[in-house]
């Protein structure tokens, strides 16, 4: 296929897909994959699984992944009047809220809406400084009545998104909802096209994941089915360069993209990945081979599926590259298209490496099911 990094993104950032809906994220990335792979399939709960390379049983079986999903919404009642109330659907920044323009993705097509903010003129002390909290928004998709709202297509269960159109900003960096993870999404796409027809020592298992954004474990059916001896997730990461994150991590936007020493979610699950010595050693000696920029990535309250497919079976090596984003989970992400086709560029070229290069010995290699 002929794969360009820019429109392939501004594609996907076009689409509107919380956890549980991604079907119309998936319905472009699979016939994308399609084009070059081996065989294609989507699981009952909607990840995508295209196989590419080697179909020798005994080949060191490699999983890629990132998923499809977006933190968003539901609508979890109408009023009589019209307006909607709502819940959160993985973790968008509550700060951002108030004012925010969304999309429902009701039974009859999109229909735009804004959440609404008391009137400035009428805000009374903290109320013009403090963010309400959830269940004190509303939103507005100019209804003027629950039965209007319910013709519109809109209904208890209506899926809902940030909206913010993708835009080009200066020194090749993007700004929209939902790079988290459609840069994961663009990156997998990259690598297929790069690997397409090509003769690899390893089984190749790329995999647009669901749900991670609401329970993070959407993928694992995926990893049982496939059984990977080694996988490499790709995901964002905070950028730490803005005025506010300047001190806290060296990671930042346009440096290449991050490698996974350690990330974990001290709020509730404790469950996170650290990433083997062996394994950064891999990623950072092959992206020095190649000339390609990479950081290192230390990120607690980051958590991705890695955390919970490390333990199944008997255990996975797990990796992750993470692409540095600002300004994460709010309508107005900021990532590098250059970090993105870096991303891309590594993967490539860990993937079409010889079998022995990987950090697997062969006793460590489980015997084919």
């Not at 497919?309 to 709010?330: E, K, N, V």
């Amino acid at each position: 296929m002929s794969f360009d990094t820019r429109s392939t993104l501004m594609q996907l950032l076009s689409l509107d897909a919380i956890p549980g809906h991604e079907t119309v994220v998936a319905d472009v990335i699979e016939p994308l994959l399609a084009q070059g792979a081996i065989s294609t399939h989507r699981d009952i709960l909607g990840n995508v699984i295209a196989q590419f390379g080697s179909q020798d049983p005994d080949a060191l079986r490699v999983m890629v992944f990132a998923h499809m999903d977006e933190v968003g919404f539901m609508v979890r009642k109408i009023e009589q009047n019209g307006f909607i109330r709502f819940e959160r659907v993985g973790g968008p920044a509550q700060i951002t809220m108030s004012g925010s323009t969304v999309n429902l993705q009701g039974s009859k097509g999109s229909v735009p809406g804004c959440i609404g903010i008391k009137s400035y003129h009428f805000s009374k002390g903290d109320e013009r400084t403090h963010q309400p909290a959830i269940d004190q928004l509303w939103i507005d998709i100019g209804a003027s009545s629950k039965q209007d709202a319910l013709a519109m297509g809109v209904n208890v269960g209506t899926p809902i998104t940030l909206n913010n159109p993708p835009r080009k900003l200066g020194n090749n960096l993007v700004c929209s909802k939902a790079l988290d993870n459609r840069l994961g999404c663009t990156a997998l796409l990259g690598l297929a096209d790069k690997v397409a027809g090509k003769s690899l020592d390893v089984a190749l298992f790329i995999v647009a994941a669901v749900q991670e954004e609401f329970n993070i474990r959407g993928i694992l059916p995926a990893v049982n089915a496939i059984r990977p001896e080694l996988t490499i997730g790709i995901d964002i990461t905070p950028s730490c360069d803005t005025p506010d994150l300047a001190d806290y991590a060296d990671l930042v936007i346009n440096q290449g993209p991050g490698i996974t020493c350690l990330n974990y979610h001290g709020r509730g699950t404790l469950a996170g990945l650290i990433t083997s010595p062996k394994v950064v050693h891999w990623l950072e000696k092959t992206a020095e081979q190649h000339h390609i920029p990479v950081q290192r990535e230390v990120a607690p309250g980051v958590i991705t599926e890695s955390g919970y497919i490390q333990l199944q079976q008997d255990g996975i090596l797990c990796a992750g590259l993470s692409i540095p984003c600002r300004y994460t989970h709010s309508p107005s992400e900021v990532a590098s298209l250059s970090d993105l086709q870096h991303c891309i560029d590594l993967l490539a070229h860990l993937i079409e490496a010889k079998a022995e290069t990987f950090p697997l010995t062969t006793k460590e290699r489980r015997s084919p099911q």
